[in-house]
T-cell receptor
Framework: QKEVEQDPGPLSVPEGAIVSLNCTYS??????FMWYRQYSRKGPELLMY????GNKEDGRFTAQVDKSSKYISLFIRDSQPSDSATYLC????????????FGSGTQLTVLP | EPEVTQTPSHQVTQMGQEVILRCVPI?????FYWYRQILGQKVEFLVS????????KSEIFDDQFSVERPDGSNFTLKIRSTKLEDSAMYFC??????????FGPGTRLTVL
């Protein structure tokens, strides 16, 4: 079983749609959860950063973490063509271990 | 807004040659990282660096790799004798303790 699983897509939605992106993980030691956006051949850009379970909202983006199910989600409201990118989930445990473990990324296209 | 910078953006080298990839982390950050992403694959952790020493490394980070902070601003990754399979995007990242990791734009390494 892979440590972090993410549906690679591709996912195509019309402009204005609500997008739901998800990751599951197997390592119960993970405590910090992140979503990054990556445009083609560019560096990952941090979108959301959460600790432990719960919800966090930032503008059109909402991150949810359910540690009991080992499941995290990113919701994008009112999606825009500029949201078209690959979305990466990443996570790490607490303490001195700071290496991030990434999902494989979901490729999203928002059609105008 | 402060950002991580990396040079060069693209490096082409012959197999067996040494390469040095350079990064300037965000100025008040204390932790520095290298990750790589082979084309079409997930982002993988290589090494983390704190207080002038390696704090974690992955199985990928073997004796061919080394890192250094030669002065107060730069952070480098050296590959001693490059192999074809070292061709990838290499990302530098930095963070303050227990906070988000911010990534640079990457260096695309092509080994011929």
């Amino acid at each position: 079983q892979k440590e972090v699983e993410q549906d690679p897509g591709p996912l195509s939605v019309p402009e204005g749609a609500i997008v739901s992106l998800n990751c599951t993980y197997s390592n119960s030691a993970f405590q910090y959860f992140m979503w990054y956006r990556q445009y083609s051949r560019k560096g990952p850009e941090l979108l959301m950063y959460t600790y432990s379970s719960g919800n966090k909202e930032d503008g059109r983006f909402t991150a949810q973490v359910d540690k009991s199910s080992k499941y995290i989600s990113l919701f994008i409201r009112d999606s825009q063509p500029s949201d078209s990118a690959t979305y990466l989930c990443a996570m790490r445990s607490s303490g001195s271990a700071r290496q991030l473990t990434f999902g494989s990324g979901t490729q999203l296209t928002v059609l105008p | 807004e402060p950002e991580v910078t990396q040079t060069p953006s693209h490096q082409v080298t012959q197999m067996g040659q040494e390469v040095i990839l350079r990064c300037v982390p965000i100025s008040n950050h204390l932790y520095f990282y290298w990750y790589r992403q082979i084309l079409g694959q997930k982002v993988e952790f290589l090494v983390s660096f704190y207080n002038n020493e390696i704090s974690e490394k992955s199985e990928i980070f073997d004796d061919q790799f080394s890192v250094e902070r030669p002065d107060g601003s730069n952070f480098t990754l050296k590959i001693r004798s490059t192999k074809l399979e070292d061709s990838a995007m290499y990302f530098c990242a930095s963070s303050v303790p227990d906070n988000e990791q911010f990534f640079g734009p990457g260096t695309r390494l092509t080994v011929l």
